[in-house]
């Protein structure tokens, strides 16, 4: 029986090599995005899932109420562990990472390179479960001096040798060629980690950021098994408010403390008036759709197809019913027709994503892999066959099985086919509809990242390399200054304590003249000296610029709009400023630039004169001469850092590595919006190509009585291109709705404007032209009694 099945359904697709190719190569494409995506959602959703006791795992956050505002914070100050961990017994370990050192030179033998890594508490190893090579999780970080190091970092400083040999523990690592550790355990860090480091040091390597109103540390807790998360929460709301005695200058102010589970703090980090508002996972929930829908797609044209087709299948049904074949022996004919086309086209989607998958991955910056071992792959990729087998099959089985014998011999089969023209031309509709959706989304996405990435910031980032925690003594600095600027491709150098484009704001609030004593002000700290505006180009606004001639600057302060603006006076220059126990004045306001990206708005900034606290080199190289700049920052800094590793970036490349994510996004938009293109356009060539086989005499006569090639081809395309006519206006609303959503991650963004909408509608109304007429051009160039001799 089953062999009878399977050769009738080869036949009959073999006879119908149109239709077969169409539904073949729209489901393999509808597969192989649904393939894709399904193993990229899976790695999202595996983020941080591999800690064992995940569930007891949290991150302490804090929700600060000011004016009724409420904002969500992730880091909290240094003393809040001890308390935390010494009088709640719910809490059975605590740990603390951050500190902000995690970029510094490793030294072991003559390997010496920066390598990044964290802070941590002792109980790190044992809160999470980062796969340990070497050593004990309980003591790992329990002395001062001891450094644990990844695989990785152990094969490049001591070679693959040592570490198959267990002979790396108890070797010594200096740090900044100073401070001496030992390696107390080699780690491996999976890659679906949120967390990505090579190193830990202990937190309490870190001996200068102990007090309470320092929020530079990121907190973590296990709970008992039998602790109850919301009861820990009320317990320990009101902690911060009762300790901190930087809290307590500022009586508007209310912080409250809360647990947020860690497994889910990948997916759900943002908060709106500190209550969860999504985060990452409303891009899995976005391209899960859109893979669902893509496949949808493809199911369509399978239906489309096979209903379309049915006047030149009545009479087999016919006869088949006449010599007794059931109702289910029909239906059970076409879902195998149905089974082995999704077969064929899952086999094909396999091949294909083995074959894409190494861009994809470097598309979305992940390794994924198809591992046929695990229970997951497989069974999705069965689910997906039965599925989609199902779907494109189910209502083509049932429509056709159920045709009347007696009107199929009377002659009524066209007549039949056309009761069904209407649920046609809705699935047509729908599939252009999420086509043109999918092209303004990805429009309108590829307009604002290029809005991103060409915005005026408010100062020149272009030309400009920025030289990372640059440790020469202090005496050097002008020395190091004074070589570069006169060598090859040095425009201008300009000493700073961090990015421009990448300035953190401080807990501590300034106070000055005037000051209401309640006003919560928080403001960016930059430390630079007086050539900052030149590198930068940034232009003042009011006052002037830091001379190195006038001592007294080293202690006064430069501001931008927003911060006189947040300060409140009519006239900030020449008012008194402290900021961390510097008291000076004002005597300048630069002109608003961006400090970080576009997604939040313009803060209020001070900038301070301290030469002694800049590690970070900032040098504008002259335009086209890039390469000599280059040259001539590793001449030099042989000569002033022979031990250290040359670590430097451009401003404008690490701008845009900010945005990656958008572009990422972006990319997968265009690929699955082809993709959705392709496949629309496919079943509606698939469509036109019935439409004309069935109307050939038509249109033969109407040929004989006069019509031309011109009304023939408006003929045909006027029914098609009303279809996509109602599609954009469906599309278009829905649309909107999404893309307004996304854009307002964004504080700046493109201003949407009626042709946002009106070129993508007007591409797919193109493409529909040129399939429409490419398919009825052919029918109404030829001769009508060819056509007529064919009936």
């Known amino acids: 029986m089953f062999k009878n099945l399977l050769i009738i359904a080869l036949r009959n697709l073999w006879y119908q090599k149109l239709s077969t190719a169409i539904n073949i190569i729209g489901l393999t494409l509808g597969l192989v995005c649904s393939l894709l995506i399904l193993l990229w959602v899976d790695d999202e959703l595996s983020i941080n899932q591999f800690h064992d006791g995940n569930g007891r795992v949290f991150q302490v956050l804090t929700n600060n109420s000011y004016k009724g505002e409420i904002s969500t914070h992730y880091t909290v100050p240094r003393p809040l562990e001890e308390v935390i961990k010494n009088n709640y017994p719910e809490i059975e370990k605590t740990v603390l990472i951050g500190g902000g050192r995690s970029t510094i030179t490793l030294l072991a033998g003559e390997n010496v390179f920066k390598e990044s890594g964290l802070l941590a508490g002792e109980a790190f190893f044992e809160i999470f479960s980062f796969p340990l090579l070497a050593g004990n999780a309980t003591s ?32 010594t690592i200096t740090i900044d060629r100073n401070q001496e550790f030992t390696v107390s355990g080699i780690f491996k860090v999976p890659s679906n980690s949120s967390l990505q480091f090579d190193f830990v040091l202990p937190v309490a390597f870190n001996t200068w950021d102990t007090v309470w109103g320092n929020y530079n540390f990121s907190l973590f807790v296990r709970l008992k098994k039998q602790a109850d998360p919301e009861e820990v929460n009320s317990k320990i709301a009101n902690v911060l408010n009762e300790n901190s005695d930087a809290l307590k200058q500022y009586p508007g102010l209310s912080t409250e403390l809360f647990l947020f589970p860690f497994s889910k703090m990948y997916l759900y980090a943002e908060f709106e008036n500190g ?46 019913k006449v010599v007794g074949a059931s109702k289910y022996a029909l239906v059970r004919q076409f879902l195998g027709e149905s089974f082995l086309i999704t077969f064929i086209s899952i086999g094909l989607a396999v091949l294909m994503v083995h074959g894409v998958l190494p861009v994809f991955n470097n598309l979305t910056d992940k390794t994924l892999t198809v591992d046929y071992s695990e229970p997951v792959v497989l069974i999705g990729i069965a689910g997906i066959f039965i599925l989609t087998g199902l779907a494109a099959g189910m209502y083509p089985a049932f429509f056709l099985s159920s045709f009347k014998t007696v009107n199929v011999f009377k002659g009524d089969r066209i007549r039949f086919s056309y009761k069904w023209a209407n649920l046609r031309k809705g699935l047509v509709v729908f599939q252009f509809a999420l086509s043109i959706v999918m092209i303004i989304g990805t429009f309108i996405i590829r307009l604002q990242i290029d809005y991103l990435q060409h915005k005026n910031l408010g100062l020149d980032k272009e030309n400009v390399i920025y030289l990372v925690k640059y440790s020469i003594n202090e005496g050097q600095f002008e020395m190091f200054k004074h070589e570069l600027m006169g060598r090859p491709g040095i425009e201008n150098v300009s000493f700073v304590s961090c990015n421009p484009l990448h300035v953190w704001r401080s807990s501590s609030s300034p106070t000055w003249d005037m000051k209401d004593p309640e006003k919560i002000a928080s403001f960016q700290i930059m430390t630079a000296d007086h050539d900052l505006l030149d590198v930068m180009k940034i232009p003042l606004s009011r006052g002037r610029n830091f001379s190195k001639e006038l001592a007294a600057d080293t202690m006064n302060f430069l501001i931008n709009e927003t911060a006189a603006k947040s300060i409140g006076l009519k006239d900030p220059l020449n008012a008194d400023l402290e900021l961390w126990g510097q008291k000076g004045q004002i005597i300048g306001v630069v002109k608003d630039f961006h400090t970080h990206s576009l997604r939040s708005n313009i803060q209020s900034l001070i900038i301070r004169y301290r030469p002694e606290a800049m590690r970070g080199i900032l040098i504008r190289a002259k335009e086209g001469e890039t390469k000599k700049a280059m040259a001539t920052l590793k001449q030099l800094h042989k000569r002033y850092q022979p031990d250290f590793p040359f670590d430097y970036f451009f401003l404008d490349q690490r701008y845009q590595a900010s945005y990656k994510h958008e572009m ?126 064919s009936e």
Do not use: H
């Open 275 to 320: 209550k969860p508002a999504g985060g990452k996972i409303e891009y899995v929930r976005v391209f899960s759709m859109v893979a669902m829908f893509v496949l949808i797609l493809a199911c369509i044209n399978f239906m489309n197809l096979a209903t379309a087709r049915s006047t030149r299948r009545a009479r087999e049904i016919g006869i088949r």
């Open 664 to 789: 990422m996004i972006g990319k997968l938009a265009d690929l699955f919006s082809l993709l959705a293109i392709v496949i629309a356009c496919l079943g509606l060539l698939g469509l036109i190509s019935y439409s004309v086989i069935q109307r050939t005499k038509e249109i033969g006569i109407r040929k004989v009585f006069g019509a031309t090639v011109a009304n023939i081809l408006l003929l045909f395309s006027r029914d098609y291109l009303k279809l996509v006519l109602i599609a954009f206006v469906i599309a278009v609303p829905v649309a909107n709705y999404f893309i307004t959503e996304w854009l307002m991650g964004f504080a700046y963004k493109v201003s949407i404007q009626w042709w946002f909408y009106a070129i993508p509608g007007f591409i797919i109304f193109c493409l529909a032209i040129l399939i429409v007429s490419g398919q009825s051009l052919k029918v109404a160039t030829g001769n009508p009694a060819d056509s007529l001799r």
């Open 140 to 171: 790992i970080l329990s002395d001062i001096t001891n450094i644990a190091i990844s695989d990785k970092l152990a094969e490049k400083y001591f070679g693959p040798d040592l570490v198959a040999a267990g002979e790396v523990l108890g070797k």
